[in-house]
């Protein structure tokens, strides 16, 4: 492996910092209204790319949430689905400790950069505090881009300064790995968390 003096660390959110789950939204929706199929609820949200259009901040929660009412004829109120929408993540032990333990020492950067939307950070900020570490975010719904499109990985590194192949990026989408990797970043996938601290803590020096 080629050896980078990294000093700048960039965390993904879901299924990295954090587990998630979209079906736990469909489902919840579902048992609020008996007769909703959650097939063709999840199909309508990716074939209109309603969650497309969320995580990139063209489409507010509102809108949203009166396109689904109207489109499956929803009694359910805002403040519950908005409820069942956020409340689909759970910890990840494993890099609660990590980020807990990177957070001290003072030499490294670190960076959260996340496909997301305001409800879902509103709630992991709330939920997740060790997530609350990383102060330095570029999030997609506020910068209206979005990984794995190369231009929010240049926005990152020319917003904070950060030289390339002094950054390693830690995400468990491939896509999003291999676009960090052509722009010069050491990018790690992460799907298996001990496998991961193998890579990482090559690079690092972190045990």
């Known amino acids: 492996?080629?050896?980078?003096?990294?000093?700048?660390?960039?965390?993904d959110l879901g299924n990295t910092l954090v587990f998630f789950d979209h079906s736990y939204f469909s489902n919840g929706i579902a048992e609020r209204e008996k007769k909703l199929s959650t097939a063709a609820f999840k199909k309508y949200i990716v074939k209109n790319k309603l969650d497309i259009k969320l995580m990139s901040g063209r489409m507010n929660?509102?809108?949203?949430?009166?396109?689904?009412?109207?489109?499956?004829d929803l009694r359910i109120g805002y403040n519950d689905f908005i409820y069942f929408y956020s409340d689909v993540f759970w910890e990840n032990?494993?890099?609660k400790r990590?980020?807990?333990k990177i957070s001290r020492i003072r030499k490294y950067r670190l960076f959260l950069l996340s496909n997301t939307d305001?409800?879902?950070?509103?709630?992991?900020?709330?939920?997740?505090?060790?997530?609350?570490?990383?102060?330095?975010?570029?999030?997609?719904?506020?910068?209206?881009?979005?990984?794995?499109?190369?231009?929010?990985?240049?926005?990152?590194?020319?917003?904070?300064?950060?030289?390339?192949?002094?950054?390693?990026l830690i995400d468990d989408l491939k896509d999003n790995v291999k676009a960090a990797s052509s722009l010069g970043m050491?990018?790690?996938?992460y799907v298996n968390h001990?496998?991961?601290m193998s890579e990482f803590s090559k690079v690092l020096k972190i045990r």
């Open 1 to 11: 492996m080629k050896k980078y003096k990294v000093v700048n660390i960039i965390f």
């Open 61 to 72: 929660h509102r809108e949203f949430f009166r396109k689904l009412k109207k489109k499956f």
């Open 93 to 95: 032990p494993n890099m």
């Open 98 to 100: 990590l980020l807990e």
């Open 118 to 168: 305001s409800p879902h950070m509103t709630f992991i900020d709330k939920n997740f505090p060790y997530v609350r570490l990383l102060k330095n975010r570029v999030l997609s719904y506020k910068v209206h881009m979005y990984k794995p499109q190369k231009k929010i990985f240049r926005y990152l590194l020319e917003k904070y300064k950060m030289a390339p192949d002094t950054t390693v």
């Open 186 to 189: 050491h990018a790690i996938h």
């Open 194 to 196: 001990r496998k991961f």
